[in-house]
């Protein structure tokens, strides 16, 4: 299984500002993907992340707003842009199984955004 | 749409008794997976459980999958209060590889 990292673990930010967020994956991994979870609420996926590709946007997400970095196999960065409240969420980070397969998803901790 | 869906939303149990969620699902899948969040965390993946197998055991965990009606179960038997989570299933869209789409949860507490 891949050990994933995320920083920041939580930031409260103003509106107009923007934040990145940094994924670390402990081995090279194929896919990386960036979801939302709202309060309460499930994940829902902004984006997947291929190294040396754009990456691609779900529906209702797009570059502008979320722009995202693949450098390498083992590190990822979102950045949420001109942040609003309603960007206030848990942003997660998952990268496929690696060398174990691709078929199971492992997860970072999160990163709890607080817009005010 | 895909989406999983888990039912119940909620549910509340005593410490020592079995809990029972659902997922169901809308398109073919490859490969159905279980994962526990607790409170304000990161995602714990549980189990994954192939479209040509029918059961799987992990522990206290039991996962089934009846692809004719397009649903799974999770089963966690003699819960405990560290069980209290929120339990989510993922299913991806019947390609190897692609991104996996959430059901919208079920938050357990086990009360001691």
């Known amino acids: 299984s891949a050990v994933i990292s995320q920083k920041p673990s939580r930031d409260i930010c103003q509106r107009g500002t923007s934040l990145t967020i940094q994924c670390q994956v402990d081995?090279?991994?194929?896919?990386m993907f960036w979801y939302r979870q709202q309060p309460g609420q499930s994940l829902t996926l902004i984006a997947t992340a291929n190294q040396g590709s754009e990456a691609t946007y779900e529906s209702g997400f797009v570059i502008d707003k979320f722009p995202i970095s693949r450098p390498n196999l083992t590190f990822s960065t979102l950045t949420v842009s001109n942040m609003s409240p309603e960007d206030s969420s848990i942003y997660l980070c998952?990268?496929?199984?690696?060398?174990?397969?691709?078929?199971?998803?492992?997860f970072g901790p999160g990163t709890r955004l607080t817009v005010t | 749409s895909q989406q999983g869906e888990e039912d119940p939303q909620a549910l509340s149990i005593q410490e020592g008794e079995n809990a029972t969620m659902n997922c169901s699902y809308k398109t073919s899948i490859n490969n159905l997976q279980w994962y526990r969040q607790n409170s304000g965390r990161g995602l714990v993946h549980l189990i994954l459980?192939?479209?040509?197998?029918r059961e799987k055991h992990s522990g206290r965990l039991r996962v089934t999958l009846d692809t004719s009606k397009k649903s799974s179960s999770l089963l966690i038997t003699a819960s405990r209060a560290a069980d209290t989570a929120s339990y989510f299933c993922a299913t991806d869209g019947g390609n190897y590889g692609q991104n996996f789409v959430f059901g919208p949860g079920t938050r357990l507490s086990v009360l001691p």
């Open positions: 998952s990268a496929d199984g690696g060398a174990s397969g691709i078929y199971e998803q492992y």
């Open positions: 459980i192939r479209s040509n197998e």
């Open positions: 081995s090279q991994v194929t896919m």
